[in-house]
């Protein structure tokens, strides 16, 4: 009926807000603040992201889907072998990459199931859209879901075997432990003989890396045009418009550190002052004054930088073998194809 599509759209934007809310009132109360990367993704932030991938700074989408291009045959090949395979990704995106390698796999099967996993509606609907639109063979199932917090489930038609995609470095976004904790999830839908199709940007300097300055990688987290700091100023914008604190924009810098000894470049807003801005009180909080030091910053994102051990000291724990590596010629991002 249409009133229980009424609540149950009532009771998901509920729950949304919710989280948000808890995401800002521990953030912002704790010392030092921070905030959860996934706040950047409502509709504006999301369209952010897409400018940012096609930034020239921001070399990891383009070399990425450089190397799908040159392996994509190789890795189809790889997963499949003789029996079909379905594509499951999370954190799935628009699924702009993707593309290269369903390409890949309809030239090898008549059909193939692609399972988008992403908590953004709007992106893998468009997902949805872009592929079956432009890759006839293709049947795309999104599923609207947080990886992290939530279950998801793999379907695997006629015994396929799956090929699940965790791509764009977003693993990157995690702290060693809880990136081994998703790996291992993932791997509790997986049976011996599927495989895991991993993106992840390398880290500046050492000997596996002849391409890769601090510099560079710095430029890629602050661009030119300022995409990048408009991306992670839009945090506030939300918090503004969906919980009602005051964030004044013009009283917040954007800042991209390298942090060498935990391998991650880091996002903070700056103030640029000392001010204080109110949480309201929400269903369970009491409404807050958050007082900042000039200086003082949020912590907005983490986004870590690998050398090859460490990716394999990531699989190996989550109970996945290493069957290929590649990276591009100037060694500034690697795809890593696992079995499970
Ligand atoms: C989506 C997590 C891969 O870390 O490079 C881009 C997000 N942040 N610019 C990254 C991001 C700033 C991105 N990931």
């Excluded at 940012?52 to 190789?74: G, K």
């Excluded at 499949?80 to 999370?90: C, D, I, K, R, W």
């Excluded at 890396?209 to 710095?218: D, F, H, R, W, Y």
Aim: proline share 6%.
């Amino acid at each position: 009926t249409p009133g229980a599509n009424v609540s149950s759209f009532t009771q998901e934007v509920t729950a949304v807000n919710a989280a948000v809310a808890h995401e800002a009132y521990t953030g912002l109360t704790a010392s030092p603040k921070t905030l959860t990367p996934w706040l950047f993704y409502d509709e504006a932030g999301s369209h952010l992201f897409e400018q940012i991938t096609v930034l020239p700074e921001y070399y990891l989408t383009r070399t990425e889907r450089a190397l799908f291009a040159a392996h994509a045959d190789e890795i189809l090949e790889a997963a499949g072998g003789v029996q079909p395979v379905t594509l499951a990704e999370l954190g799935a995106g628009t699924a702009t990459k993707t593309g290269i390698l369903l390409a890949a796999a309809v030239r090898r099967q008549a059909s193939v199931l692609y399972q988008p996993i992403d908590v953004s509606e709007t992106s893998v609907e468009e997902a949805r859209e872009n592929i079956e639109r432009n890759i006839p063979g293709v049947v795309v199932e999104p599923q609207v879901a947080n990886y992290i917090t939530e279950p998801i489930r793999i379907e695997r038609p006629h015994d396929a075997r799956v090929l699940a995609l965790y791509i764009g470095s977003s693993i990157g976004n995690f702290a060693p432990d809880e990136a081994v904790a998703i790996l291992r999830n993932l791997r509790g839908q997986l049976q011996v003989g599927d495989s895991l199709l991993l993106g992840t940007d390398l880290a500046p300097g050492g000997t596996h890396n002849g391409g890769k300055s601090v510099a560079s990688l710095l430029a890629a987290y602050d661009d030119a045009q300022g995409v990048t700091a408009a991306f992670n100023r839009n945090v506030l914008v939300r918090l503004n418009r969906e919980l009602g604190t005051n964030f004044d924009l013009d009283r917040f810098r954007h800042r991209a550190r390298w942090n060498p000894l935990a391998s991650r470049i880091e996002m903070h807003l700056e103030s640029v002052g000392p001010q204080t801005v109110t949480l309201p009180a929400g269903a369970e909080t009491p409404a807050v004054p958050m007082r900042f030091a000039a200086g003082e910053t949020i912590h907005t994102e983490n986004s870590y930088k690998f050398t090859p051990a460490m990716i394999a000291a990531m699989l190996k724990p989550a109970c996945f073998a290493t069957s290929r590596t590649f990276m591009d010629a100037q060694n500034l991002f690697a795809v890593t194809l696992a079995t499970a």
